[in-house]
């Protein structure tokens, strides 16, 4: 099934990814990682922590933190995230195309954007570099190898203004700032760090938080991403 879009005062999809389905009906939203089922403390005060940092100015290169600069997009339809986030990624690089152009190259339904592999050949079709590969995370949680792996992956690319275009699955237990209370299939982009704190600076397509771009702990970004992948 699909959730009704919410009606705001510029244009947000309240839907994401491949689908968006209430927590009851969904074995995942109810049945958790391990990772995210049961949190230490230490780790919601960390989120919480995060969540509440302020939003960097464009291209900061503070001590310890390097974000992007970007041509960010709200999705512009509920199942456009895929387009979206591939969107935010290439115009930290170029001048990017259309959503509905990359909906189209991707392909994208109203089923959503199938794999991250996907968003992978749009992004290195339209840079020509070759840069990106599909990282596949398909351990929930993810093995310490893939969480190294993934932060090297974030470091690398931003430095050499890359974004990183990451598929997450975010059980209500396991959410970002403002999702509502139902698992999440999406797609977001990743345009900053700040090692000082570990943290990841998201821009999200979708809508739900209160600001464009946003925090996350990278611990919590590790968790969400399993069972799917991202592209660095």
Known sequence: MRIQERTTTRLRAAV??????????VPLASTPSAAAAVEAPSAVQ?????????VPTPGDSAQGVRTLNI??????????????????????????PSQQQLANELPTDENGTDWI??????????????????????NDPPTQ??????????????DN??????????????HPP????????????????????????????????PTATYWLTFNQLATLIPPKGYSA
């Open 145 to 158: 190898a893939q969480r190294d792996l993934l932060w090297r992956d974030v470091v690398l690319d931003i």
């Open 161 to 174: 203004n890359y974004a990183i275009v990451a598929n997450i699955v975010a059980p209500a237990s396991n």
């Open 16 to 25: 994401s990814g491949l689908a968006l389905i209430a927590a009851a009906m």
């Open 178 to 209: 403002g999702y509502p209370n139902y698992t999440i299939w999406h797609y977001f982009t990743v345009i900053g760090y700040d090692t000082s704190d570990m943290t990841v600076l998201i821009a999200d397509p979708a809508g739900f938080a």
């Open 46 to 54: 960390a989120q919480a922590a995060a969540a509440a940092k302020p």
């Open 71 to 96: 041509d960010f997009q709200y999705q512009q339809t509920g199942y456009w995230c895929g387009p979206a986030a591939t969107r935010i990624a290439l115009s930290a690089r170029i001048s990017p």
């Open 117 to 138: 592999g996907q968003v992978t050949r749009v992004l290195n079709n339209h840079l020509g570099t070759g840069w990106y590969e599909t990282k596949e995370m398909p």
